[in-house]
């Protein structure tokens, strides 16, 4: 697995279709997927803002049928997965509509693996062991920063195990990611500003990925840009244009990660998703100072250009003290979120720092980092976010 990620270079990203408004394409995009019968996947708290009874309008005007599976929570488990998967073949469902944030594109991703696939959802924990294709599949976020509406990942958590178990295969990347930025004004101020921070943590990632190259940076570098140019004033205000801007963001960023991957940030924050349950962007934004204070050494050049893209004067710096200027940048950016900034705040033990030392150092993300860190230092690490 390794030398296949270091050997291969690619661009992969769904047909996109953006706008304010675009939800109304969500029949006719089903039904020129070849659809007939919908599963929508989403979770009750999207049920309680309209949106689905929206949607489902629009399946109604194409005559399609549907059935709704909205059992899904905050880093969906894999037997959520397991029922959805059950639903869709009782119901002979032929396409999957997800309706949501992270959790329930992801949750539809695992059930359209088992749809084809058969078996249990850990049998494709890994990279590309999926090898029957997948139902069509439909994004529609509700959050900007996950990206999963343009990834090829899936992260689903095994509660008997306590892990969040990652699942990249191209095989799972949408058919469809239906990018409608009215939909990002029912999240909390909360929510923006975490989702915000995955998106960035994704796009700073994927640029100094050791699988980086030119088709993603541009992407990453402007996702980067606009995080910085929208996020505070998305949290803050909540109105269309700087959420269209964020959702524009997690798009860029979504598609620049797909394909050059993550590193240690995610590698980090996966193991915390999977044993406190933390909300995925908030475990990002907590462990991004720290991991890259420790990387800038090992890519100084890429990170002096992330402080140009995030809109600092770097004119008369070296590389290095450019570099310098990125982590004390985010760390402002967090403070203006007003988000904890600690992982200690959030309920995290110190003794468990060893056991969640061994899942990060192990976890598929670390691959990719600049530097490949070890179990001692990524405890070293977690204590300096504690
Ligand atoms: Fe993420």
Known sequence: MPGELESLLKFEIPEIIFGRGSLKQLGHCSRRMGGDRVLLVTDPGIIATGWIDEAIAYLKQEDLKYVVYDNVVTNPRSFQVEQGALEYSRKECDVIVAIGGGSPMDTAKGIAILASNRGCIQDYVGCNLITEPIPPLICVPTTAGTGSDVSQFAIIANPGKMIKMTILSRAIMPDISLIDPRLLQTKSSEMIASTGMDALTHAIEAYVSSLSWSLTDPHASHAITLVFRHLKEAVYKKTLDPLEGMAVASL?????????????????????????????????AILLPVVL?????????????????????????TSAEAAEQVPEQIEALIKALHIPTKLSQIGVR????????????????????????????????YQDAL
């Open 350 to 381: 110190k003794e468990d720092i060893p056991c969640l030392a061994r899942d990060a150092a192990e976890d598929l993300c670390m691959m990719t980092n600049p530097q490949k860190y070890g179990v001692a230092e990524i405890e070293t690490m």
């Open 293 to 317: 204070k420790k990387n800038l050494e090992y890519a100084p050049e890429k990170y002096a250009l992330i402080a140009n893209a995030m809109g600092i004067d770097t004119r008369g710096k």
């Open 252 to 284: 860029e960023a979504g598609a620049a990660f797909s394909n050059a991957i993550l590193g240690a940030v995610h590698a980090l924050a996966h193991p915390l998703g999977g044993r406190y349950d933390m909300h995925h962007g908030l475990a990002n």
